[in-house]
């Protein structure tokens, strides 16, 4: 049995984890013995080495064994379970006999190091050049949870889903875990000697040989590397590449102002917001994002403490921002050039324009009313002159200064301004003609995302030739494929570095851990250029920072450290003076024509960096709902055009180039428009991107990277699944959201309670159990705010250790997210209004499941939680089919991993992990309140020692820490003065299906949206109805 | 008392008429020790031997509300005393919820007890039998009807009884060895 | 056809009936004996520790207090296990070349950590704190046994979670006093009423100094605590108890005791301690 | 238990129906002789040796895949969420619908007097017996973790001191199912006690003389005895009775209990008995009727037995009929709108992708059965075996139904989902049929599949004359 007891249930024990402690040392010593061995020789020589136990650890954590979450042999684990289901067979009952553990302590324990008690460091994850500030959960010297820095000036709540699924980055173990010479096995000493060489030969030419191609960048530290390596090779050359970039809006600035300024944008301060496909409520567009959704979630809320905004959204392709907006608009990309124009004229005068419908002349009425409160954002996937005209629009309402200020770029830019595309082109130029002798590939996969024109790959002859390629990165991926040498990244987990927040502030990077596969900062990488040999990232930062402040250093720089940010270097506002108002029409080829595609940054795996990355593959997209893979989406009226459902197969043929995707209809997609996201279909990539999607890259090129129009669709033959977790689009006439207008809130607040009947409280055949003593837990969460964004869901899987289950087992159903964002429409078809709502458990004080339970594996706390005992659980799954809202989810296979080490090493401490055959669900984050209570109740308070209760806001579940809108609520409902309280008390409050009487804690408030009047807003009692049912069809 | 030499006389009638009719004549007699067979239950027979109620049905009684008890107890002690913990907001003594195990306790119980009380009465299982050493008898599984009078019994008299039966029209009869 | 058994078989079928009964029964019991058996539960099993470390020899022969070495026990979840360091503090200075102490010193010189076998596991779903039983009042011997009478450290209660919920049903029946004002001792009563003449006044004051040493400590790690009796009263100054704040008394029983440290202490009821989430996640 | 004056009561049915349920020309020896001769005097039949062979196969394929249902776990079907109950539970109620019928048969008709009950009551019971184990077998599968579910189901002090719930619809099946087994098995094998002992006595060998004597536990037909026996057997039935209805009631309160729109319904009780009847007695049927040709024991299993067995499924038919008509009106009458959804998307081929299954029930459960009015149909063998081979399929689908549609859309769309079995669930389905029919052959060929000692108070020479 005692087999079964180490596969039933695991959890990583405090004491398991300290035996992994020493083995840090013992990474240093195999790096030493390695140094001198190579090739086949590294093997054998790792062989040799494997002798002390913690070793058996360190090479599995080297090189994992193939155990993927989903493969489906029969594996050894799976012998294991046989053996223990014989043996109790046997008649031997529960299995209480433990395996013997060893513990492993310390030799000399650090000094903060607690055995138990998680520390929080802060740092930053650096995203697309800019810093998304964190804080970081540390376990034993193990990074297990990325939270935000709400102390960081940047002004941000939570975090986004990306921050909170870089850990999981972190512990991957396929990223690159060597530097390699040819495929081979080598060291960091032999990539330095070999770039000796070429140095020494470049020298007296000045460098005219070196291209560093790197990723946009706003690290201070990079920034006087790079100066400095320029001013030894003058010759030399910096490029820049980044697939998804900031360029047009950067564009738009030089065209508006002339010069390279960025624009803030302060929604706090406007009440009438207007997107021109501007997705500023995702940090897949906006490095604002953070702060754009804390303060757009604040004047959302309809408690009315401060004036609902009204956010018109005019926009090419669903998004989460258009699911927010009052009054949306589809248009096709090239289209909305002409709108921004048209809007243009009007605010100044102009009129009669009647392309747009009342919906522009109403806009620009509202635009007018409300000058200076009022802000005009164009998105990225616009063209320069639409940003010049939204800049425009701003400063001819008054709003600059206000509602719109303007800085100097963050990003670092090797010389004046250069697109990245152009950039890209200089470097390829300069390949092309053989110029090019040494190419330093700092980050990024050009090879993977360059503009398909280019032909920036293996085909490209003069590429080819170029004598030395050097590819640093996180993975061995398409571009590491094409170079000689790769040398491991280490992840920002791992690394010392600086880099900005949008808003200038700089932020220290510090190691959680030490790199776990002995990877290289770039900091370090570049020292080779420089002539500071074997200078560490770490001194590198600090001889920065200390050059930036010579006074007091070391008090500034723990400062610096423990705050997560430099106080006071925010980039200051500046006056700017525009140019002109009217901007010449770019030359969108044979605009119209054809069918227009939309390029997108996939809302989950970004521009395909994020693809092996298991939890945000399997996340379902805010309104697609779907995992693994990107599709054609594209509208009913095209479909129907096109004679295709959804899982059929299309070929898209964009200027002589194809490509086969899955369809995929949605509702609110603008007509003859497609949108493919970015970032699928690689080819050199970890087990988990294996197969995932399609290269949309391959459609993409340089003079179209955001859009393209001429398109021809063509079905074809076959029929491909894809894996979505909510195949409904409406609600089937059920009042599960509610939403209203401010004049209708007004009208009656109580309006989200008419629809049903509510049992009165207290209503039961038994009697009730006191709930009024002690802390009773209660969640509210406010629709209103929710901006849909997935982070929620992401950082519960963080928290609670849920497995990921694979394609094939989403497609089945079997999804474990304790946590799932609703979707649903109102409105119609071709332009619904989007509702989002967050449902976890709703830990109903009358909770059907429990009654069903034969074991009592879920029973009800005294404090109002829906205890789910995993080890009691026995798994006849009679507990989810009796629970209304499916929160419940099954271990229907061993989807948690066992077997990989590093995998362990990032599992919750305080969570069970769970093992086949159990039902698990949302706890309210039981062991956060835990361990508040148990802090709370060894602290007294006062003179005679009062004992002192938690404090509200002192519990935060994993959800609400993370939701970077302050949409999720927690505490205790029996304390008046709590927010949750406050806020349950509300006329708007409503509890989902609460005609069944099951008494839920979780509690929802109902949406409030500010519609125009002279527009008709979309229906919000009018159901769209169920368009796309291709897999019901199958059942 | 000194012991009979045989176990007793065994007598085989034709039909159940004939067996039913010798076996009150028997009983009036004055035959105490004796017993009748038949490859069929016949209601008159036991009364013609003078078996007219049996203790069986009291003991079922017993067992169900032994039974019955088990349940109740049970249950309560489980879910209202020894763990009690809040389910779905029910009560801890859920009586709606326990009939239901009371009701089959109940059932289970009693039914046991018929079948083993039917036995131990019987005093079955009891593959040895002094009425087997007659071959004869392998008949009474089938067709066969007999009436057996113990040595045992008072007035029993090896030659006289013999003399009874056979005056009762028996198809034959048999001496039976211990 | 005639018999087809021998006499024997009546007596033999009635007594395999039996037999079955009897056997069914006695697999019943084995089996409810064999899951609480210390075979199951490993329950006084000698492990081999190398260094064959002995709590009777620091605890009960040194008097090293528990937190010496277990230096997070109030802190947090886990107790601590001391790092080589902590041996070093001492073992430096004292048998500084005995060979039982070998690997302690290759330890430190080398920076390889020992490697303990774990003595007291629970299962790796029950979430045990140490911290808030230890504030709560539960003394480490009621849990881990006279660890001072321990060469070899063994696992002395079942650890079995209907051993936990015997505490959590009714903590009172085990928590004890953090202080105790120190007093006179029964004992030393018995030597007052002595006539002067017998009386050995250099016993009192040693014993005195005894009790008063033994009192001053704080009694969850008092290894050596006995439970409140006639001959052994307790006596408590409470500082939270709502409304008694600042009073003294004087306990002769553990029933009295324990309920009034339920209020010090600030205990919550057994509903509340026995809901599954306070061991469970 | 005897009826009332045979002779009477045949006369009567000689009248009412032209076939009486023994056939003339029968006597105490012939009727042993009879019953008797199919396991003792004939030898192996190839048609059983081929039937066995082939449904031990199918059985031990079952096992091959419930070994690596362990090893795997219930992911191997196509359970999901929201449908967390498949085939495991569909095919769970089915058979012990299907063990409803032996019980009754002995049980109530034995209390109603009716003599027709006699021939066919032993095989039906064995029958019942058979049934339930196949349906014990899915409740301790559906978990894919038995070495669990075998023992926290059922109140034992374990170290835990945690019990089980006793408010779960679940541990009332335990407690049902596992009473209503034992129950039928001592009910059977106390029937069996007079025949072993003729087994006995006309076996050959000395050896199968000792086996069935070990069993006969050494009766010898005292008349002491078969009072206490009919007592204690009169009791069984009236104990049998209620159990056997509250077994069904209770496998419905699974369902019922819940909250679940189609399954939350108070008419679950009575239709499910119903339901459980109607397919018991189509399963006696199915097997009655090849079985009475085979063994050539027309004369015991008349033409009588199957019309009257018709005429109880029919009957019951009816009843299950009503319950889906109150389905449907309850749903639409109520207004509730979970409800109404419920049922449209059960019905509506527009709306639930499961309606052809509906619509399947209703045509083998009701459409079908209609063809049972007709007196030709319930006495012509062949076509009253196919109408019960359909049924049998009907009552399979209802449960599908009842299962799969209510769960696959329940409450929030956005949770809505699929249930499509793997092939793993049909291995598992058909390899209970193959259990099921190994275990009913080896009764046939071991023991006397008609009661011979009921059968013979049948005869007019069993009564006695004042």
New interface residues.
């Given amino acids: 049995m005692s087999e079964s ?1 180490k596969t039933e ?3 990583e ?3 398991r984890l ?2 992994i ?2 083995s840090r ?1 013992d990474l240093e010593t195999v790096r030493q013995k390695l140094a001198s061995a190579r090739g086949k020789h590294y093997w054998r020589s790792l062989e040799e080495l494997a002798e ?1 136990p913690d070793f058996q650890e360190l090479l599995h954590r080297e090189f994992p064994r193939q155990a993927s979450e989903w493969t489906d042999e ?1 594996s050894r684990r ?2 294991l ?2 053996m ?2 014989s043996l ?2 046997a ?4 299995c ?3 395996p ?10 650090p000094e903060e190091t ?4 998680p520390l929080l460091f802060a740092s930053a994850m650096p995203f697309g050049g800019h810093a998304f500030p964190v804080l970081v959960k540390s376990d034993m010297g193990r990074p297990i949870k990325v939270e935000g820095n709400p102390d960081h000036p940047a002004g941000n709540l939570g975090t986004d889903l990306f921050a909170q699924a870089s850990l999981l980055d972190m512990y991957d173990p396929d990223r690159s875990q060597a530097v390699t010479v040819l495929g081979d096995v080598s060291t960091w000493g032999k990539f330095l000697e070999s770039l000796q060489g070429p140095l020494v030969s470049q020298k007296p030419l000045k460098g005219a040989g070196i291209r560093f191609l790197t990723e946009r960048s706003t690290s201070p530290t990079l920034a006087s590397q790079m100066r400095a390596v320029l001013l030894a090779f003058p010759e030399a050359k910096w490029h820049q590449y980044e697939p998804v970039n900031r360029d047009n809006s950067r564009g738009g600035a030089q065209m508006a102002f002339g010069e390279d300024v960025a624009a803030q944008h302060r929604l706090e301060n406007a009440d009438i917001i207007v997107s021109l496909d501007a997705n500023f409520l995702s940090s897949t567009e906006n490095p604002q994002f953070l702060r754009n959704a804390a303060e757009f979630g604040r004047r959302r809320k309809a408690d009315l403490k401060e004036k609902i905004n009204r956010l018109y959204v005019v926009e090419s392709t669903p998004t989460i921002t258009g699911a927010k907006a009052d009054h949306r608009l589809p248009l096709r990309a090239f289209e909305i050039e002409q709108f921004a124009r048209a809007l243009m004229a009007q605010i100044s005068g102009g009129g009669g324009d009647t392309r747009f419908g009342n919906f522009l002349s109403a806009l620009a009425k509202d635009l007018t009313a409300h000058r200076g409160s009022s802000v005009v954002i164009a998105g990225e996937t616009q063209p320069p002159v639409v940003h010049a005209l939204a800049h425009a629009m701003n400063d001819a309402l008054g709003n600059a200064g206000r509602t719109v200020v303007y800085t100097d770029s963050v990003e670092v830019s090797p010389e004046g301004f250069r697109g990245c595309v152009d950039s890209l082109q200089d470097l390829n130029n300069d390949i092309q003609a053989g110029k090019v002798d040494l190419l330093m590939i700092l980050g990024g996969n050009p090879v993977f995302d360059a503009p398909a024109d280019l032909n920036f790959n293996e085909n490209n002859q003069q590429l080819m030739k170029v004598p030395l390629r050097v590819h640093v990165g996180l993975y061995q991926n398409e571009t590491s494929n094409i170079c000689q040498w790769h040398v491991n990244q280490a992840h920002y987990l791992e690394s010392w570095s600086d880099a900005r927040t949008f808003d200038g502030t700089p932020t220290i990077i510090q190691p959680l851990i030490d790199p776990l596969y002995s990877g290289r900062t770039m900091h370090e990488v570049l020292t080779a250029f420089s002539n500071q040999p074997g200078l560490t990232s770490y001194d590198l930062l600090r001889a920065y920072w200390q050059g930036q402040h010579p006074g007091d250093f070391e008090n500034f720089w723990r400062k610096s450290l423990h705050d997560g940010f430099v106080p006071g270097m925010g980039l200051q506002p500046r006056q700017v003076t525009l140019r002109s108002r009217d901007f010449p029409a770019t030359s969108a080829r044979s605009a119209g024509s054809g069918i227009e595609i939309v390029f997108r940054p996939d809302e989950n795996i970004y521009d395909g960096r994020f693809a092996n990355n298991g939890w945000l593959q399997e996340l379902p997209k805010p309104l697609t709902k779907l995992t693994w893979d990107n599709a054609a989406v594209m509208g009913l009226n095209l479909a129907q055009k096109l004679d295709v459902v959804s899982e059929d197969l299309v070929e898209i043929e964009l200027r002589g180039r194809k490509l086969k995707l899955p369809v995929w209809i949605e509702a609110g997609v603008p007509d003859q428009s497609v949108t493919v996201q970015l970032g699928y279909g690689r080819t050199h990539a970890g087990r988990v991107a294996q197969g995932a999607g399609v290269n949309t890259y391959r459609l993409r090129l340089s003079d179209a990277m955001q859009f393209a129009s001429g398109a021809k669709l063509g079905k074809v033959d076959g029929h491909y699944q894809l894996a979505a977790t ?3 689009h ?5 009042a ?1 959201v509610r939403a209203a207008t401010v004049k209708e809130f007004e009208e009656n607040p109580r309006f989200a309670h008419q629809e049903l009947e509510e049992p009165s409280p207290g209503e ?1 055949l ?4 006191d709930y009024s003593k ?1 802390y009773q837990w209660g969640m509210a969460i406010d629709t209103g705010s929710c901006i849909g964004c997935n982070t929620c869901v992401v950082a519960c899987q963080a928290e609670n250790n849920i497995p990921v289950v694979g394609k094939f ?1 989403v497609t ?3 999804e474990m997210h304790w946590l ?1 964002v ?3 429409y109102t409105g119609t078809y071709e332009n619904p209004k989007t509702h989002f ?1 967050p ?1 976890p458990c709703m830990q ?13 594996a879920t ?5 109002g ?1 829906n ?1 789910m ?4 659980c ?5 507990c ?3 629970c ?3 929160v ?7 989807y948690s991993d066992y077997d990989t080490p590093v995998k362990k090493l990032m599992n919750n401490p ?3 992990v769970r093992s ?2 159990v039902m698990e669900k949302c ?1 309210y984050c ?2 956060r309140i ?1 361990r508040a209570r ?1 802090t709370a ?2 602290e ?1 308070v006062g003179a ?4 002192r209760e938690i404090e509200d806001g002192e519990v935060k579940t994993a959800c609400q820490q993370s939701c970077p809108a302050d949409a999720i609520v927690f505490g205790n409902i029996n304390d008046r003065n709590s927010r949750v309280s406050k806020l349950k008390a509300q006329p708007y409050n409503y509890s ?2 609460a005609d ?1 009487n099951t ?1 839920p804690r979780t509690t929802y408030l109902a949406e409030v949206m500010n519609t125009n009047d002279e527009l008709t807003g979309p229906d919000l009692m009018k159901e769209v109805e169920n368009k796309v049912v291709t ?5 | 008392m000194k012991h009979p030499p045989i176990w007793g006389l065994l007598a085989e009638f034709d039909g159940p008429n004939s067996l039913v009719h010798a076996s009150e004549r028997a009983h009036a007699e004055g035959f105490r020790k004796m017993d009748a067979y038949s490859p069929f239950p016949i209601e008159e027979l036991s009364e013609a031997i003078g078996f007219h109620r049996t203790r069986l049905t009291l003991i079922i009684l017993i067992g169900g509300l032994l039974g019955l008890l088990t349940g109740v107890a049970m249950q309560y002690w489980i879910s209202a005393i020894d763990y009690p913990l809040n389910v779905g907001g029910r009560p801890y003594a859920a009586w709606v919820a326990f009939v239901i195990p009371c009701f089959e306790l109940t059932i289970l119980f009693a039914s046991f007890s018929a079948v083993v009380g039917m036995l131990a009465l019987n005093g079955l299982p009891l593959p040895y039998h002094p009425v087997f050493n007659v071959p004869e008898f392998s008949r009474v599984s089938r067709d066969g009807f007999f009436l057996a009078i113990e040595a045992s019994d008072p007035r029993f008299d090896t030659a006289e009884t013999r003399k009874f039966l056979q005056g009762l029209r028996a198809v034959g009869v048999w001496e039976v060895p211990h | 056809m005639a018999q087809i058994f021998h006499r024997s078989a009546n007596s033999l079928a009635r007594f395999s009936i039996l037999a079955v009964v009897f056997i069914l029964v006695a697999i019943g019991g084995a089996l409810s004996e064999l899951q609480r058996s210390s075979y199951v539960t490993r329950q006084n099993e000698v492990r081999v520790q190398t260094p064959p470390f002995s709590h009777q020899h620091h605890v009960g022969g040194l008097g090293i207090d528990c937190r010496y070495c277990h230096t997070s026990v109030e802190v947090t979840n886990f107790a601590g296990i001391p790092p080589t360091k902590t041996c070093m503090n001492c073992h430096s200075q004292i048998w500084t070349n005995a060979p039982m102490l070998e690997p302690v010193r290759a330890s430190f010189r080398e920076g390889k950590s020992l490697r303990w076998q774990r003595v007291h596991d629970l299962p790796d779903f029950v979430y045990f704190d140490h911290g808030i039983h230890v504030a709560k009042g539960v003394g480490c011997n009621s849990c881990h046994g006279d660890v001072d009478n321990m060469p070899l450290m063994t696992q002395s209660k079942s650890l079995l979670m209907e051993w936990c919920l015997d505490c959590h049903r009714a903590p009172d029946k085990y928590v004890r006093p953090h202080q105790v004002v120190p007093e006179r001792s029964g004992m030393l009563e018995a030597q007052k009423d002595l006539p002067p003449e017998h009386r050995d006044e250099g016993t009192i004051e040693r014993q005195q100094a005894e009790y008063a040493l033994f009192n001053a400590r704080d009694q969850v790690f008092n290894v050596r605590y006995q439970p409140p009796s006639a001959f052994n009263p307790i006596t408590v100054k409470f500082e939270r108890w709502k409304g008694h704040e600042g009073e003294t008394s004087t306990f002769t029983d553990q029933a009295s005791l324990g309920r009034a440290l339920i209020h010090e202490y600030n205990i919550r009821g057994p509903k509340e301690i026995t809901s599954c989430n306070t061991c469970h996640r | 238990m005897v009826p009332q004056g045979p002779t009477e009561t045949l006369r009567e049915t000689a009248m009412q129906a032209d076939d009486p349920v023994l056939a003339p020309g029968h006597n105490f020896v012939t009727i042993t002789e009879k019953v008797i001769a199919i396991p003792l005097r004939r030898g192996t039949p190839l048609w059983w040796i081929g039937v066995f062979a082939i449904a031990f196969g199918i059985m031990n394929v079952m096992l091959l895949v419930i070994a690596y249902l362990f090893i795997k776990g219930v992911g191997i079907w196509g359970v999901n969420i929201p449908v967390g109950w498949g085939f495991a539970i569909v095919n769970f109620v089915w058979w012990i619908g299907i063990g409803h019928a032996g019980t009754l048969i002995s049980a109530i008709l034995l209390l109603l007097k009716q003599s027709w009950r006699n021939s066919i009551n032993r095989f039906a019971e064995a029958m019942t017996i058979f049934a339930v184990m196949c349906a014990a077998l899915f409740p301790v599968l559906h978990t894919g973790r038995p070495w669990l579910a075998a023992y926290w189901l059922f109140p034992i002090p374990l170290t835990m001191g945690v019990w089980p719930q006793f408010r779960s619809p679940l541990i009332w099946d335990v407690f049902a199912i596992s009473t209503y087994f034992t129950v039928s098995v001592l009910f059977w094998f106390m029937g069996l006690i007079p025949d072993l002992a003729s087994m006995r006595d006309n076996a050959r060998t000395t050896l199968v003389q000792r086996i069935y004597g070990m069993l006969a536990m050494g009766w010898r037909g005292s008349a002491r005895h078969w009072k206490r026996y009919e007592t204690a057997y009169l009791v069984l039935a009236g104990l049998s009775t209620p159990l056997v209805l509250s077994v069904h009631t209770v496998v419905s309160f699974d369902f019922a209990a819940s909250l679940l729109p189609g399954w939350h319904t108070t008419i679950f009780p009575p239709y499910f008995v119903a339901g459980a009847i109607y397919s018991g007695f189509a399963m006696v049927l199915v097997l009655a009727i090849p079985l009475r040709a085979l063994y050539g024991v027309e004369d015991m299993i008349t033409m009588r037995h199957l019309d009257n067995a018709a005429k109880v499924m029919f009957a019951t038919g009816l009843i299950v009929a009503y319950g889906y008509f109150m389905e449907f009106y309850m749903a639409h009458y109520s207004g509730n709108p979970w409800e109404i959804f419920m049922m449209t998307n059960r019905s509506n081929p527009s709306v639930g992708p499961y309606a052809p299954a509906y619509w399947a029930l209703i045509a083998t459960n009701i459409a079908i059965p209609q063809l049972l009015w007709l007196r030709r149909v319930r006495r012509t063998p062949w076509m009253l075996f196919l109408v019960s081979c359909v049924i049998l399929v009907g009552m399979w689908l209802e449960r599908f139904v009842i299962v799969i549609t209510s769960l696959h859309r329940d409450f929030l769309p956005s949770s809505w989902g699929f249930y499509i079995p793997t092939r793993y669930d049909w291995a598992v389905f058909i390899g209970t049929l193959g259990l099921f029919t190994s275990f009913f052959f080896l009764f046939l060929r071991l023991m006397p599949m008609i009661p011979a000692f009921e059968v013979k108070t049948l005869l007019p020479e069993a009564k006695v004359h004042k």
Avoid: W
Wanted: charged content about 25%; hydrophobic content about 30%; proline content about 4%.
């Fill in positions: 007891c249930l695991r959890r024990k405090v004491n300290v035996n402690a020493p040392l002390q029969v799976n012998f379970k046989l223990s289901a109790a067979f008649g031997l009952t529960a209480t006999r433990q013997t553990e060893h513990i492993v302590p310390y030799v000399r324990q607690i055995p138990g008690k909510h195949h409904h409406n609600m089937e006439g059920r599960l039961t038994y009697f009730n159990y002690g087992e089945r159903g079997r799932r609703d979707r649903y709502q449902v109903c004080e009358q909770a059907p499941c429990e009654v069903v339970c034969p074991v009592a029973v009800h706390s005294t404090e939680l205890d005992v995993y080890n009691r026995v798994g006849t799954r009679y989810s089919n009796n209304p809202y499916k419940r989810r099954f271990n229907f296979f061993l305080d969570v069970t086949r055959g706890t039981i062991q835990t148990i109740e060894k007294f005679q020692h009062a004992y989902l299906l069944l008494r897999q019901e069809k199958e059942g």
